[in-house]
């Protein structure tokens, strides 16, 4: 049986950093990705980060790229997704979701493709 797991939840200052971690069972990251998400109070959600388990590519939306790093721990079966220089528009609950995907590196799935999602974790970022 899959679960998702986040964790990570917190309210730091603008500037300040914080470390969400996605643990996953019932299966190995291996032949999946992972994605981070996240949905801001009457905004979609919307991709942040993705990372395939086979070989650790990723993709970042442009708004956190240099900012935020995924990375994913194959031995514990977590995925990390850490954020630096947080800023108050990053302010939203996150979500990490896993997706069966056996395709070529440079292909993700879109949202509506990922198949197990965790409950999510609020990232509140203000002064």
């Known amino acids: 049986q899959v679960h998702i797991v986040e964790s990570g939840v917190g309210l730091v200052q603008p500037g300040g950093s914080l470390r969400l971690s996605c643990a996953v069972s019932?299966?190995?990251?291996?032949?999946?990705?992972i994605g981070w998400f996240r949905q801001a109070p009457g905004k979609e959600r919307e991709g942040v980060s993705f990372?395939?388990?086979?070989?650790?590519?990723?993709w970042y939306r442009d708004s956190v790229k240099g900012r935020f790093t995924v990375s994913t721990d194959n031995t514990k079966n977590t995925v990390y997704l850490q954020m630096n220089n947080l800023k108050p528009e990053d302010t939203a609950v996150y979500s990490c979701?896993?997706?069966?995907?056996?395709?070529?590196?440079?292909?993700?799935?879109?949202?509506?493709?990922?198949?197990?999602w965790g409950q999510g974790t609020q990232v509140t970022v203000s002064s």
């Open positions: 979701a896993a997706r069966f995907w056996p395709r070529p590196s440079g292909i993700w799935p879109a949202t509506e493709e990922y198949t197990h």
């Open positions: 019932g299966f190995t990251l291996d032949n999946y990705v």
């Open positions: 990372i395939r388990g086979r070989d650790s590519s990723t």
